[in-house]
């Protein structure tokens, strides 16, 4: 990797940014903002808030909290907002480090500032944002990030204990600052936690850390029937006719959607086609129970929905809920007359429109147990 001023590439071809940006200079704030289309991004944020994540402890957030860091929403701009501390930035600042005496003035090489985060939903992680979005000449010289997997609830003291061992994903590398900095991630284990390291200070907007739910096959036994596309459980969406106004993967986050954007709605089709979206269950399932919800979507809910099951990647799809009329504001409840099993589910919605959430209640089969135990194994759990 060869670092300039403007950014270069790294052995995985992901862009690098080095150097402080250009100050502000009025305008639109992310004009000269850098970022790259990042390959990883299709997978879940593993660090999403609404999954549950959380940033437990920093060693320091003297000019801006800890929390901003994990904020779904893109980090923002008000060059005129100023407070008792100095200019409030919307992400995660620490104060200037400084060295030992006057002699000794500035920090050594391994002074550094830590913020410990709770992922989500635990999982194999494929790539880490570290977004440095309006930290033009305060951003850290350096990040690292490492990760842990530890059962149950810790607290900070415990996971920075001893006992916690801690693998190094990102190595020190520089980073540039109001730029999304994207890192690679090869390491095929299942993790809680994650440990981000600025090197020596400064500030970072938000972290993102994308990769697959890897879920307890224990916690899912003991639920017994549960939500077998949820992403908190394992599930995903593989693909998708279109994402125009708002992202798929929102159809099977947590609680009830909140506002309209917060479902998955299409452009208007002006075909005689249909949209759709296709699920990977958390594994091979028996599906008992669906609802689909359109909650905030009023005048622009889907018309109808289908859903169709298959099992296996090459498995024929089979149709287990008809073309069924769907009503604006609604959370729709069917219950099936018999199990559909597999281990994908299509919804079709005619014409367009959106829907805002997606629930499968259902049970593992004795293969699909069988298989995710074994995963779960093979990923240290």
Known sequence: MTDTATGSTDSTGIPRFTGAAAPYGGGDPYADYRTADFPFTGFADLADRRLGAGVVAANDEFFAERENLLTPRPAEFDPEHFGHKGKVMDGWETRRRRGASADRPHPTADDHD???VRLGAPGVIRGIVVDTAHFRGNHPQAVSVEAAS??????PEELLGPGTEWTTLVPRTAVGGHAANGFAVDAERRF?????????DGGVARLRVYGEVAPDPTWLDALGTFDLV???NGGGVEDVSDR????????IQPGRSRKMDDG?????RRDRGNDWIRY??????EIRAVEIDTAYLKGNSAGWAALSVRDGEDGAWTEFLPRTRLQPDTNHRFVLPAPAVGTHVRIDVYPDGGISRLRLFGHLTEEGTKRLTSRHQELGG
């Not at 530890?150 to 607290?155: A, D, T």
């Not at 125009?244 to 159809?251: D, E, I, N």
């Not at 990977?280 to 399932?285: F, K, P, Y």
């Open 230 to 232: 949820a992403l908190e």
């Open 280 to 285: 990977r269950l958390v594994e091979q399932a």
């Open 264 to 268: 998955w709605e299409t452009r208007r």
């Open 114 to 116: 830590w913020a410990l």
């Open 244 to 251: 125009f106004y708002s992202p798929p993967a929102h159809t």
């Open 192 to 200: 809680t936690h994650l440990r981000l390291n600025q090197h020596p």
């Open 150 to 155: 530890v059962p149950g609830s810790p607290s």
